[in-house]
């Protein structure tokens, strides 16, 4: 099968593809599951808004505690806040493959499912080891 390679069509730039065949866009996204692919960009954007936000509001906090002496606000001190952000940016993944896996359920689509069911397993269990090694290390 013959390939054209890399041109310029219009204002669209087009990738490799064989000869004959529709040219595929280089942004386009090729997917069976549009409801997934909305809910994780939507997840993904307002986490990491959401996580950024914490971190900027603990600074923001630290700054003020520096020159005024006020180093917690009711419960949390600047430190949890920015370390509260900072745990989800690190949850953002995790919380992205339990909703695949959630909706890969809903669809009936097993073999995804199990897949997304796996990794969450393989997460868990370096959560774990990694949560023994450090006990373990104190």
């Known amino acids: 099968m013959k390939h054209v390679g890399m041109k310029q069509v219009g204002m ?6 064989p000869v004959g065949m529709k040219p595929v866009e280089l942004n386009q996204v090729i997917s069976g599951h549009p409801l ?5 960009a939507m ?5 990491t808004w959401l996580a950024s936000a914490a971190i ?3 600074l923001a906090i ?11 606000v009711g419960f949390l001190s600047s430190t ?5 952000g ?5 949850l953002l993944p995790v919380f992205r493959v339990f909703l695949m896996l959630l909706v890969f359920v809903k669809e009936r689509d097993y073999r995804f499912s199990v897949i997304a069911g796996l990794v969450l ?3 868990a269990l370096g959560f774990v080891v990694g949560m023994r090694v450090t006990s373990g290390a104190g």
């Open 80 to 84: 949890r806040i920015i370390s509260l």
């Open 62 to 72: 630290a700054l003020v505690a520096s020159h005024s002496g006020l180093h917690t």
């Open 86 to 90: 900072i745990l989800l940016f690190i």
């Open 43 to 47: 997840v993904l954007q307002y986490g």
């Open 36 to 40: 997934l692919e909305r809910l994780l």
């Open 121 to 123: 397993l393989i997460l």
């Open 12 to 17: 669209k730039q087009v990738g490799i593809k």
């Open 56 to 58: 900027g509001v603990g």
